[in-house]
């Protein structure tokens, strides 16, 4: 065992014993040989012949599938007692290359990319490694535990954000359902009916899906914060903020819901936006954190809000977010806080007045004419607002065009009130009229 030529030796016997088995159709003897010739070559730490002897069996005339994935798995443990980096690469090339176009070995081969492109990942070649885990699909894989397909997906998403791939990284994050981690794991545990494969139990250093979900949604934080799709980054915090482990400890669930807030505050007017800040001012946490309390309080409230006193009372909460967990806010958000309270500010107007002035409008707002209308006209071009300007006269209208249905309707609706109006009228005549009677009668 200790010169090169008892090696060559013993393995040749092995060999022999390999064909013999192979061709007798002995899966366990087959096995026991392929197994015994690679913990011959580990034992030597004669890594060169390993890799030589993997790729020799695995090419041999009508090789059992089990004795492939018993030579791929005993090959998998030897890993990480390579003596150097080279070397570990190197088997994982071999393995990589023998299990390829293998179904029956494809979980396997989807761990040794993962490990590969770790490897890739610590010498700094981020899309080399993203590259590499691209090439796999896991979600065709029936056999894998769902934790570890899950895991893997994360993994290619997180390397593609890395590279800063931003569409890859969306397309990769729409493989995983968010319903996927609503679901009760106790209560999926089925026995596998006959035909079907065996799904296998997820490694050890897998998360569970908790904390897969949460992994999952400062994944997706990460990928809206780059548009600045603040409803989404808010709503991936609320999803953060509603895992059990998270809303038990109050150093956890205080920085989610200050963030919550702020993007919330930071989301462009619409029925979502509207609904989620009323849901969340009824938190019952939200008394712990009253200042943003009474910042969600006064964007409900429909009053105009002055920006400057805004800003002055809470600049100290907005710069104090960096020392927070999940860091600082989005580089604009300052920029667009502003904005947000000017459209605020826009929406309130217009539900007090139906024609109001520019100027009138210009010092409701704090602003020159010219950055209101620019605010206003941003507004009516995205839907928010129905809105027309009369520049001659200067003067602005709230009130939407109707067509001829509508005022047809309206003024079928004023004919019913009044006809209503002229029917209750006259009962109370007739009323009063029979009460005089009966009154005079007696």
Request: hydrophobic share 40%.
């Amino acid at each position: 065992m200790d010169g090169g030529g008892n090696l060559e030796a013993s393995i040749e016997q092995f060999l022999n014993v390999e064909k013999q088995m192979r061709l007798a159709g002995d899966v366990a003897g087959t096995k026991k040989a392929v197994t015994d010739i690679l913990q011959l070559c580990f034992e030597a730490k004669a890594w060169k012949t390993l890799n030589d002897q993997i790729a020799l069996l695995s090419k041999r005339r009508g090789q059992l599938k089990q004795a492939v994935t018993a030579m791929v798995q005993q090959a998998m443990t030897f890993i990480d007692q390579t003596p150097d980096l080279d070397t570990q690469i190197e088997l994982i090339k071999t393995l990589n290359s023998v299990s390829a176009g293998k179904i029956y070995v494809e979980i396997e081969r989807a761990r040794l990319i993962k490990k590969l492109a770790k490897i890739k990942e610590g010498q700094g070649l981020i899309s080399e490694a993203a590259d590499l885990m691209q090439e796999v699909a896991v979600e065709t894989f029936g056999a894998m535990a769902k934790t570890e397909k899950i895991a893997f997906i994360l993994e290619q998403v997180r390397l593609c954000l890395d590279r800063q791939d931003y569409v890859r990284a969306q397309i990769l994050s729409r493989k995983i359902s968010p319903r996927v981690f609503d679901a009760d794991p106790s209560k999926e545990k089925k026995k596998p009916k006959e035909g079907e494969n065996i799904v296998e139990e997820a490694p050890a250093d897998i998360p569970s899906l908790l904390e897969l979900k949460r992994i999952y949604y400062e994944l997706m934080i990460r990928y809206y914060s780059h548009n600045s799709e603040y409803l989404e980054i808010s709503r991936c915090y609320k999803s953060i903020y509603e895992i059990p482990s998270v809303k038990e400890n109050p150093a956890l669930w205080v920085p989610v819901l200050r963030k919550i807030c702020w993007y919330l505050v930071l989301s462009p007017y619409d029925p979502m936006q509207s609904s989620l800040l009323n849901a969340t001012l009824e938190d019952k946490n939200l008394t712990e954190i009253p200042q943003f309390r009474l910042l969600l309080k006064q964007l409900v409230t429909m009053e105009v809000i002055q920006w400057t006193a805004l800003w002055n009372t809470f600049k100290d909460e907005f710069d104090n977010e960096k020392n927070m967990l999940g860091g600082s806010l989005v580089d604009k958000a300052e920029e667009d806080l502003r904005e947000r309270i000017i459209e605020h500010n826009i929406i309130v107007v217009s539900k007090y007045y139906s024609r109001i002035t520019l100027k009138r409008l210009s010092e409701l707002l704090c602003l020159g004419i010219q950055e209101a209308e620019k605010h206003l006209s941003d507004m009516v071009v995205s839907k928010s607002l129905v809105a027309k300007i009369d520049r001659p006269m200067g003067i602005l209208s709230f009130q939407t065009a109707k067509n001829s249905n509508d005022i047809l309707n309206s003024w079928a609706m004023n004919l019913e009130k009044l006809l209503d109006l002229v029917e209750k009228s006259c009962h109370q005549i007739h009323k009063e009229t029979m009460v005089h009677k009966a009154a005079l009668r007696s």
